[in-house]
């Protein structure tokens, strides 16, 4: 038994080994390797990351036949940091969270690395791609197996950076190159507030506990000794983090932008797998923020505006990525919202099929963009259906995932979410559960609206690109990137039936996996009939959002025009994304603009000027300094010369040449001396 | 001192003492007067020929028969004044045929 959990440090060994090789060969041949690495960097770069999946997979299936409380194994790689009494181990852990990211990191990872294989042919630092891809591979899944808040922060920050590396992929782009950085100083925000929180933690324990052991085990047992109000700044920083990372308001301008990236690379990142960091990082620590019912009210509140705005921008988007973007946005909104409500595993619930549809919706953008030759604008496309079905069809699975359209998975994770948002109770504001639940319910309605929006423009109605020539040069995508999409659509179908709620007559699979290594609020009270009621009213939102998108766009598509006319303030405020972009850059980026002019003046006027008047100092210094030298040091150097030359004048004329004088020395001088000894 | 050999000559060691400085003493006067480098050379010569019979005389007073060691020196003195000669006259030689000269008065390069 149990021979698998020896095999742990293979899952994130095999990405960094092929991050190696691949960034080896890259580092050594530039951007334009032979075109025999490229295919071999594209055989090994999906297959270090199937062999973490099997890896993983056997570590579940092991777990599967463990009672609840032996399913955690770990395995300790070696002692990282060693300070005094604190220490900070490499050590991996899985436990039945960690196991359930893992598998999603490394299963949707290969696919989309495979669907990378296709999508990153042509381009010519393709090896250069998967080593990030790789390293991002890893960092991620260092970040969901670590034992201990200081290897989780290394994941953390080496997916943040993997993510500017991969925004910025196409650097050259000078725009693809800012968005990398907004990127990242954005997170950086984040972090911040992240690496603040967990600092206080670490004092925080020591002092109330005593205890300095920093991994979440440990922590587990020893927070309860913290004071509410310690607590309560500690996971609001720690959601402050998570706000950077997953996407939240205030910090969620950088997502959209990071859509100048490859596109796999925003299903994977930027939908999939980083963006629920955050949600994973609180559900491991659900023993705090379960503690603190303040901060749960505020992610409450953040997530339900974060899930309606991000909606209500994507309605008028017209950029196809730009929609999906604004969609994950607005779906991580959900996530939160049900960490808000205490709800941790239906949070991690969505994380899993959010990756499955989300990722789909965005690899079937990236096989449209292919196919009709990077373009991006929805409005220019129109009755690619026919053209490329196996896209048209997943694309659509995914649709009907994301809307909460019943049967697919997207509908029994958010409702899963809005069910217990609506029948959690919340301490500060009784009524607060069922305005949340209102947005969230508006919010899907919305979702579906403008993911058929997306989907109407794309595959239906006419084309209404440039020109015929362009809609007949539409062609499938090769087999790399359509096995994908099939199979993510299969598990965005099909993946909502392990969380089938009970008043379906379902288990609940994950709550109960899941529910062990969680702190959980109490079940609230069990009321299958007003669930169902719930239910009925989201299928019923749902479908009308679809109906609606079906009137506006296929049955009258001159609607549109019209309401955006007659609407024209919220039409503009929506296309602008609520100009928060602009709000931003007036409110932070302009005033720190101004503030490094002050700077810069205070360096010129005051510093420059001190740096010169010392300057000036020392020049009058040295000069007092050259008088020194050449009055005393120089005099006293030339005065011995002097006496000696004067010296040597004198005894020159001792030696004038003449031996008979000469000899007359050497007899003088041997009396001299006999008289000298005699004397003596 | 019954050696045949000896007879007749004189038995007080004063006697060669004050011929030795008599010579010496010629010598050195000879060295210091003359400008003719050979006349130097001649004086030196004397001046170790004293120095020997100096040797000479006190190694044959001093009545221990079997000690020689005073006449080794005398010999060796002779072979060093004959080696000294050799080179002293070489030298000259070459001074004389690059300078046409052997007065110490020409030769005085290295005055300072």
């Not at chain 1, 933690?201 to 979440?216: E, K, P, Q, R």
């Not at chain 1, 909460?404 to 809005?418: M, N, T």
Request: aromatic share 14%; glycine share 8%; net charge neutral.
């Amino acid at each position: 038994m149990d021979q698998m959990a020896n095999y742990i440090w293979i899952i994130p060994a095999a990405p960094l080994l092929g991050f190696m090789i691949n960034a080896g060969v890259s580092f050594f041949y530039g951007a334009d390797a032979p075109a025999g690495l490229k295919k071999l960097s594209a055989l090994l770069s999906p297959a270090v990351i199937l062999v973490s999946f099997f890896i993983g997979l056997g570590i579940f299936l092991e777990m599967l036949g463990h009672g609840e409380s032996e399913r955690a194994v770990s395995q300790n790689l070696y002692t990282w940091i060693k300070a005094g009494t604190l220490e900070a181990n490499a050590t991996l852990y899985l436990d039945q969270l960690s196991i359930v990211f893992v598998l999603i990191i490394t299963g949707v990872g290969f696919l989309i690395h495979l669907y990378s294989t296709g999508y990153m042919d042509h381009d010519r630092s393709m090896i250069r791609y998967f080593a990030y891809l790789n390293l991002f591979t890893f960092a991620m899944l260092i970040l969901v197996m670590a034992d201990n808040i200081l290897l989780l922060f290394v994941g953390w920050e080496g997916v943040g950076l993997c993510s500017y590396l991969l925004i910025g992929f196409w650097f050259a782009v000078p725009k693809y190159a800012s968005a990398g950085m907004k990127a990242f100083i954005v997170n950086r925000i984040g972090d911040f507030g992240f690496i603040i929180g967990f600092f206080m933690l670490f004092w925080g324990v020591f002092h109330y506990s005593g205890t300095t052991n920093i991994a979440f085990d440990s922590l587990k047992s020893v927070v309860g000794s913290l004071p509410g109000w310690y607590l309560t700044t500690i996971s609001l920083l720690f959601f402050f983090g998570a706000t950077g990372k997953s996407a939240q308001i205030p910090l969620y301008v950088w997502l959209p932008d990071a859509m100048a990236g490859p596109t796999p690379v925003s299903a994977l990142i930027h939908a999939a797998t980083m963006v629920t960091a955050g949600v994973y990082m609180i559900a491991r620590m659900s023993f705090i923020f379960i503690a603190t019912p303040f901060t749960l009210t505020v992610i409450s509140i953040v997530a339900a505006l974060t899930a309606f705005v991000a909606a209500t921008i994507a309605i008028t988007q017209n950029d196809i990525k730009k929609v999906l973007a604004y969609s994950t946005v607005s779906q991580l909104g959900y996530m939160f919202l049900a960490i808000g409500s205490g709800a941790f595993t239906a949070g991690v619930f969505h994380v899993m099929t959010h990756a499955f549809f989300k990722a789909l919706l965005f690899l079937g953008a990236g096989s449209v963009i292919l196919s009709a030759h990077h373009e991006q604008n929805i409005l220019l496309m129109g009755g690619l259906r026919k053209k490329i079905p196996v896209t048209f069809i997943t694309f659509f699975i995914g649709t009907l995932a994301i809307a909460g359209i019943p049967g697919l998975s997207g509908f029994f994770s958010k409702d899963e979410i809005l069910w217990k948002v609506y029948s959690t109770p919340n301490e500060f504001f009784p009524e607060l559960p069922l305005f949340l639940w209102l947005t969230g319910l508006i919010t899907a309605g919305i979702t579906s609206f403008y993911m058929f929006r997306l989907l109407f423009l794309t595959f239906f109605g006419k084309f209404r690109g440039d020109d015929e020539e362009a809609y007949e040069e539409v062609h499938e995508s090769p087999l790399t990137m359509t096995i994908p999409l099939m199979i993510l659509a299969v598990l965005s179908a099909v993946s909502g039936y392990i969380g089938l709620p009970e008043s379906l007559g379902g288990q609940n699979l994950i709550h109960k996996w899941l529910a062990p290594v969680l702190a959980l609020k109490e079940e609230p009270v069990v009321n299958h009939e007003m669930e169902s009621h719930l239910m009925n009213l989201s299928i019923l939102v749902s479908f009308a959002g679809a109906f609606m998108a079906y009137v506006l766009y296929i049955l009258k598509p001159a609607t549109p025009g019209v309401i955006a006319k007659t609407f024209a303030p919220i039409y503009k405020l929506l296309y602008g994304k609520y100009f928060v972009d602009e709000i931003y850059e007036a409110v932070i980026v302009a005033p720190l603009l101004k503030i490094r002019l002050m700077l810069n003046t205070f360096d010129h006027k005051i510093i420059d000027a001190f740096v010169n008047l010392t300057a000036v100092v020392t020049k009058a210094i040295s000069r007092l300094h050259g008088i020194f030298d050449r009055v005393f040091v120089d005099g006293a150097v030339n005065n011995v010369a002097t006496f000696t030359q004067y010296q040597a004048g004198i005894m020159r004329n001792l030696q004038n040449g003449s031996m008979n004088r000469y000899l007359y020395y050497i007899v003088g001088s041997f009396i001299m001396i006999y008289v000298f000894i005699r004397i003596l | 001192m019954n050696f045949l050999f000896f007879e007749g000559i004189s038995q007080n060691p004063n006697s060669y003492l004050i011929l030795a400085i008599i010579i010496f003493c010629a010598g050195i006067f000879t060295v210091l007067t003359r400008k003719n480098i050979i006349g130097i050379l001649l004086g030196i010569e004397l001046m170790l020929n004293a120095g020997a019979l100096n040797f000479i005389a006190f190694s044959f007073f001093r009545h221990e028969s079997a000690d020689y060691s005073g006449h080794v020196f005398a010999i060796f003195v002779i072979v060093l004044a004959a080696a000294e000669a050799v080179v002293a006259l070489a030298i000259l030689l070459a001074v004389y045929q690059q300078r046409r000269s052997v007065s110490t008065d020409d030769i005085s390069d290295l005055k300072g």
